[in-house]
């Protein structure tokens, strides 16, 4: 199976920390890259490769794997996290591409 | 300044054909793969289609082939979407990303988007 399946919506008390799953087999394959999109606003890559965040892209954000579940983790969220996020992998075939179901984040 | 620019977003009727660019700006556009992704009302990404570095390979998700084309112009910098046969579903905000590789393949600069409205 080449789907990516994740929370569909998560809240978390400013400060606080958050995780997101992104469960699928092709995880057990891929690395997974994480991106964050806001209202109205094109996506932006938060985490990529080896779990790796681009510059500018805060250290609160970080990710990790294990077996066929990919996880971002928020430590401290912020007001401005308040977004939609999704995983994205190749998918079995090598040259496809498929988005996780995304999960919008509500920061309390 | 790195940057990409959709344009050619409208409305169409079902049925009808659209053709959507991408100017790409501020980087070597001749040694990077480019891609479309959509986003629908309500509905999360959704992959749609791939061009090589160099244009030799294509790749479409599975809801569009057969009815969209990618395509690029390494003098103009521009990649496209040739999109036939529309639906309504296919209804959506159009944007192209870059890619590029670090472990494996990721996404790392995206347009604005370009609105897609299929409707009688």
Redesign the interface.
Same mark, same amino acid.
Request: aromatic share 30%; glycine share 12%.
């Given at each position: 199976s080449s789907e990516l399946t994740q929370e569909p919506a998560v809240s978390v008390a400013l400060g606080q920390t958050v995780r997101i799953t992104c469960q699928g087999d092709i995880v057990r394959s891929?690395?997974v890259?994480w991106?964050q999109?806001k209202a109205g606003?094109?996506?932006?890559?938060v985490i990529?490769?080896?779990d790796?965040r681009?510059s500018g892209i805060p250290d609160r954000f970080s990710g990790s794997s294990s077996g066929d579940t990919a996880s971002l983790t928020l430590t401290g969220a912020q007001a401005e996290d308040e977004a939609?996020y999704?995983c994205?992998?190749?998918d079995s075939s090598g040259?496809?591409?498929?988005?996780?179901?995304?999960t919008k984040v509500t920061v309390l | 300044q790195v940057q990409l620019v959709e344009s050619g977003g409208g409305v169409v009727q079902p049925g009808g054909s659209l053709r959507l660019s991408c100017a790409a700006s501020g980087f070597t556009f001749s040694n990077f793969g480019m891609?479309w992704?959509r986003?629908a009302p309500g509905k999360?990404?959704?992959?749609v289609a791939?061009i090589s570095y160099d244009g030799s /390979?294509k790749? !479409?998700?599975d809801s569009v082939k057969g009815r969209f084309t990618i395509s690029r112009d390494m003098s103009k910098s521009t990649v496209f979407l040739q999109m036939n046969s529309l639906r309504a579903d296919d209804s959506a905000v159009y944007?192209c990303?870059k890619d /590029?590789w670090? !472990?494996?393949?990721?996404?790392?600069l995206?347009?604005?988007?370009t609105l897609v409205t299929v409707s009688s």
């Open positions: 891929y690395y890259s991106y999109q606003q094109a996506p932006v890559v990529y490769g080896k790796i681009p939609d999704y994205n992998s190749r040259h496809h591409y498929v988005f996780g179901t995304g | 891609h992704v986003r999360g990404l959704e992959w791939v /390979n790749y !479409y998700a944007y990303a /590029n670090n !472990y494996d393949w990721y996404f790392d995206w347009g604005r988007g």
